[in-house]
């Protein structure tokens, strides 16, 4: 079922079954991380070129936030680099991961992506064929969509069976449209506007059942509405750091500790004057290609 508006729920989100926390993570060997085209607007600098990557620094810092996952006591698991897919590494897009709780038949689900560029069409079969193990089901779209990227456009409501789904440049709504009727679960579905943000989780990162970052200039009104219905303690992100530090591209696995780009300062103080544990991870070399820790990760159990 979609959701456009606050009324189509038709009850509280309390009443939503509950969903667990994640406890398990997919994140993809950044060996050919680079910005070698550009599919988004970070991807290019003021002159037009494409952004320079210190792909030395690009790993170090692609270490350092697996260990910091790792230290969070988070399972990770790592998906093999694909020859000459410099954006491998940005693994929630190839694939929509729905959780056994979530789904109507109680066994997860793993969605297989429509990429759309042609540059990251082959990431989902390499994605998909590591993951294809015992206990997940796997699918694809098979509607009308020709556009569907995955978690980066799509995310649970912390704790509740609700799923975000961004409708914009990488996804069309048929695609949620889909998703929603497939697995009996409401859809909350949001235009995005701004090509900049041209992702869910470039413009909202959940954080617990009435809170989350967002930058509400990303939405149209009605999105900006729902996002406000659902979320009645959203925290809204300073403009600079969501256009350059990707703010809103943070992770919060439980409700408790939060996992921010470095250098979003405004944020990391408003986080914490909420009660959060902000944990900064460096991933500037990351935002050059458009984005940051969310992204980096796609959340598997
Ligand atoms: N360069 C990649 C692209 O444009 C970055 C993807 C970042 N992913 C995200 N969900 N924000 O596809």
């Known amino acids: 079922m979609l959701i456009r508006s606050p009324e189509d729920l038709g009850h509280s989100i309390r009443e939503l079954a509950p969903l667990p926390p994640a406890r398990r993570v997919l994140i993809a060997d950044p060996r050919d991380y680079d910005v070698r085209y550009a599919i988004n607007p970070h991807m290019l600098d003021g002159s037009g070129a494409l952004k320079t990557v210190d792909r030395e620094l690009a790993r ?8 910091a996952f790792e230290a969070a006591g988070l399972e990770v698991d790592v998906l093999p680099p694909l020859d000459g897919h410099p954006d491998l590494c940005f693994c929630a897009n190839p694939a929509l991961w729905i959780p056994a709780e979530a789904a109507p038949n109680g066994t997860a689900h793993l969605v297989r992506s429509r990429m759309a560029h042609a ?22 779209i098979e509607g009308p969509a020709d556009r569907f990227e995955g978690s980066g456009d799509g995310m649970f409501h912390p704790g509740r069976r609700l799923l975000w789904g961004g409708v914009g440049p990488r996804t069309e709504l048929a695609a949620w449209a889909e ?17 900049l943000f041209y992702h869910l989780d470039t413009c909202l990162a959940p954080l617990d059942e009435e809170r989350c970052l967002w930058f509400p200039p990303a939405f149209n009104e009605a999105g900006a509405a729902l996002i406000r219905a659902f979320y009645p303690r959203a925290i809204e992100v300073a403009d600079r750091e969501a256009r350059e530090g990707l703010a809103c591209n943070a992770w919060c696995p439980d409700g408790e500790r939060v996992f921010l780009p470095a250098g979003c300062e405004e944020t990391a103080s408003a986080l914490g004057r909420h009660g959060f544990q902000v944990i900064e991870i460096e991933c500037g070399e990351f935002r050059k290609a458009g984005g940051a820790v969310f992204c980096l990760k796609l959340v598997i159990g």
Do not use: C, Y
Not at 60 to 67: G, L, N, T, V
Not at 179 to 195: H, M, N, S, Y
């Open 60 to 67: 170090k810092q692609w270490r350092d936030m697996k260990s």
């Open 119 to 140: 540059e990251r069409h082959d990431e989902v079969a390499h994605l998909v064929q590591h993951m294809n193990v015992r206990g997940v089901e796997i699918e694809g």
């Open 179 to 195: 998703i929603g009727e497939r697995f009996e679960l409401p859809v909350a579905a949001v235009q995005l506007v701004d090509p």
